[in-house]
C-alpha cells in the first residue's frame, strides 16, 4: 500500500467516524428532548399529587362532614335495626 493509498483509506475512516459522530449527537439531542418532557411530566405529577393529598386533608379536618359521616352511619344503623325489628315480629 503506497502512502497516498494510505492517506486516503484514513481520510475515508476519518470520514465515517465524524459521520457517526454527527448521527449519535442527534440521538443525543432526542433522548435529552425525551428526558426533559419526562422530567416536566414528573414535576406536574408531583405537583397534582401534592394538591391532591393537601386537598385530601383539608377534607379530613373538616369536622362537620366528619360529624355527618357518622349521623349517616348511626341513621342507616337505626333503619337496619328497626326493620330487622319489625320483621321479627
Do not use: F, W, Y
Amino acid at each position: 500500500m503506497s502512502c497516498v493509498d494510505h492517506e486516503c483509506h484514513v481520510c475515508q475512516v476519518k470520514q465515517q467516524v465524524h459521520e457517526e459522530m454527527e448521527r449519535k449527537d442527534g440521538e443525543l439531542g432526542e433522548v435529552r428532548r425525551q428526558a426533559s418532557a419526562i422530567q416536566a411530566e414528573n414535576t406536574d405529577l408531583k405537583q397534582r399529587l401534592d394538591k391532591a393529598e393537601k386537598t385530601g386533608t383539608a377534607i379530613k379536618q373538616l369536622p362537620i362532614m366528619g360529624s355527618k359521616l357518622q349521623i349517616t352511619r348511626l341513621n342507616k344503623d337505626t333503619c337496619n335495626s328497626k326493620e330487622s325489628s319489625v320483621l321479627e315480629k
